[in-house]
């Protein structure tokens, strides 16, 4: 603990990341404005003109509308990464059991997973089940599947080498008990550290999702779509591109930095 | 060394043929009738079945995907429903924009990110390094997509030296087209950058530690000479890595961006089939995509074995 507090990005990351789930959590019971309140007399107020960030074209309060889609987007980000983790882990955890010619075909078909961008499978499913946050979750989540397959295959592979797993071994533990009580408690320092980037990926992938129209429709506001509703109104009205773009990055920013802060504190090679 | 290029590229047409049959089964396996899907629900009955023999799809899945990677050998992608036209002219004529887009993205990233990465390892620790670093984080973290309204609001609105969006085509001069293409391109390159120099910085300062640099810097060699002969070529390798596995990421960015810009790319073709609901235009372009990021990693694998010659030491 007093490690940390010599680590600038993993309390900036820590500081950010603590924000931005406390903005999520309040607007689900406080905002300013209610995020779909059109007021047409107030639209495309400028910052403070009329309320903390300006309006948008319905005058509907922008500040709230950003708070309502933190949550938007952090929701659908931590169901997708969710999605990707437990599959993921439990591919790599299994694969790493068995070995043989399971762990060739599971690692090509990551290879082949991978190959197609979150973008493309958002569109693919969008176009037969249409688009909305289920096609979200699906996309960004199936995406991450191979990373983190991978990450816990190697991961899960260097524990098996060692020498308290070859005791248990010995002792007769089957395969999967031994998953369960020693492979899965020592990578799960790794794991965390990937939820936490891989959150922010998701939040960027959901963002542009979103920007297409693949993401929560109406009225629920997102990040994304009220940077495509800007886009009509940039030179009138910039402020409206500016600040759910400043919302993502510093999202994107906080975890990225909390993820790397914390890769550095949980590595015992940086002990010392 | 021939060996292993014939295994790489066995490899490569295996994977690339699972890749076109997974995507074939999941469009196929999805609920939705292509057919009414492009139709809409007011089609009449006789018009769906007119459109599903049109489109095979009254022949079982095996079937239409052979006939389908038959035509892809002869070139033959299909026929647009809403444009009416050939789906491998459509595509052809959508990559005389996304080639030069990404390109450009790739070739102003790795100019940003070496030097910047270069810099930043022989001030290790300084005040230069630790804003290069702060930069990089920050370029990760924007949305390549909003990085295109910021420039458009900047050099468009603003200033208005630049043009906010369209393509005139190549038949305008090359000058015109590369200036269309020259704000979404610093738009994709930026957070491909900021990536970029994390990784050039890091080899850098791997290098600088090598006996065989210390060895040369203690001959007399000059720092900036070492820099250049030893560490820059050294740190060639991991970023061409991080290139490769970024591609998959700089196609979805291209997506967006050439959607901001209104760039006729292959990304707004993929949309636009999207919002047409041209299952066909969608099914060719996903899958080219895909195979063009497997292709990629393939072209990665192979870099790596003409630069590094411990891996083909070790591959044999």
């Known amino acids: ?272 | 060394m021939i060996a292993i290029l014939i295994r790489r590229i066995i490899s490569l047409i295996v994977t690339l043929i699972v890749v076109s049959l997974l995507i074939f089964t999941v469009m196929d396996l999805l609920p939705g009738d292509p057919a009414s899907i492009m139709l809409g629900t007011s089609a009449s009955p006789d018009t769906l079945a007119a459109l599903r023999t049109q489109l095979g799809l009254d022949q079982p899945l095996p079937l239409r995907y052979l006939g389908w990677l038959s035509g892809v050998f002869q070139g033959d992608l299909g026929q647009s429903y809403t444009y009416g036209v050939p789906v491998a002219g459509l595509i052809a004529e959508r990559l005389a924009v996304t080639i030069p887009l990404a390109l450009m993205a790739v070739l102003l990233s790795i100019l940003i990110a070496i030097p910047l990465g270069v810099q930043a390892a022989r001030r290790h620790n300084g005040l230069f390094d630790y804003a290069v670093g702060l930069l990089s984080y920050v370029s990760i973290a924007v949305p390549a997509f909003w990085v295109g309204l910021l420039l458009i609001i900047l050099f468009s609105s603003m200033l208005g030296w630049m043009p906010a969006g369209g393509f005139p085509g190549w038949d305008a001069g090359l000058l015109a087209g590369l200036q269309a293409l020259l704000l979404p391109a610093i738009a994709l390159a930026l957070p491909q950058a900021g990536v970029l120099t994390r990784v050039a910085r890091a080899a850098v300062l791997e290098v600088m530690n090598e006996d065989y640099v210390r060895t040369a810097l203690a001959k007399g060699v000059s720092e900036r000479t070492a820099i250049w002969r030893h560490a820059v070529p050294n740190a060639a390798i991991p970023v061409v890595t991080m290139l490769g596995l970024q591609f998959t990421f700089l196609i979805a960015g291209a997506v967006l961006v050439e959607n901001v810009f209104n760039l006729p790319g292959l990304g707004r073709l993929a949309y636009q089939a999207l919002s047409q609901r041209d299952i066909i235009v969608m099914q060719d372009v996903v899958l080219f995509f895909s195979a063009l990021v497997i292709l990629m990693n393939f072209l990665v694998d192979l870099v790596y074995l003409v630069i590094d010659p411990r891996l083909r030491a070790d591959a044999q």
């Open chain 1, 1 to 272: 603990m007093i490690r940390a507090l010599h680590r600038p990005v993993l309390i900036i990351g820590f500081v950010i990341t603590v924000a931005l789930f406390a903005v999520a959590l309040l607007s689900l019971v406080w905002t300013p404005l209610p995020p779909a309140k059109m007021n047409i007399v107030h639209k495309l107020n400028a910052p403070l003109e009329f309320g903390l960030l300006g309006t948008d074209q319905f005058g509907r309060d922008v500040a709230s509308m950003l708070m309502v889609g933190a949550w938007n987007s952090l929701s659908t980000s931590l169901l997708a990464v969710a999605l990707g983790a437990c599959v993921g882990t439990a591919i790599g955890v299994i694969v790493a059991m068995r070995r043989g010619w399971l762990e060739v075909f599971v690692m090509r078909g990551c290879d082949i997973i991978f190959a197609v961008p979150p973008i493309l499978s958002a569109m693919m499913l969008g176009a037969f089940i249409g688009s909305g946050r289920f096609t979200a979750i699906v996309a960004i989540g199936t995406f991450m599947v191979p990373v983190f397959a991978r990450l816990t295959l190697g991961a899960a592979l260097q524990i098996w080498t060692r020498d308290y797993v070859a005791a248990a071994v010995g002792m007769g533990r089957s395969k999967s008990r031994i998953t369960l009580v020693h492979i899965l408690p020592n990578i799960s320092n790794q794991i965390i550290v990937q939820v936490t980037v891989q959150l922010g990926l998701a939040i960027l992938t959901e963002a542009g999702l979103s920007f297409l129209g693949l993401g929560m429709p109406p009225p629920n506001p997102t990040w994304g779509r009220m940077l495509a509703d800007a886009q009509t109104y940039l030179g009138q009205a910039p402020w409206l591109a500016l600040m759910p773009g400043l919302a993502i990055a510093f999202a994107v920013l906080g975890l990225n930095m909390l993820g790397d802060g914390l890769r550095d504190l949980l590595d015992p090679r940086n002990d010392g």
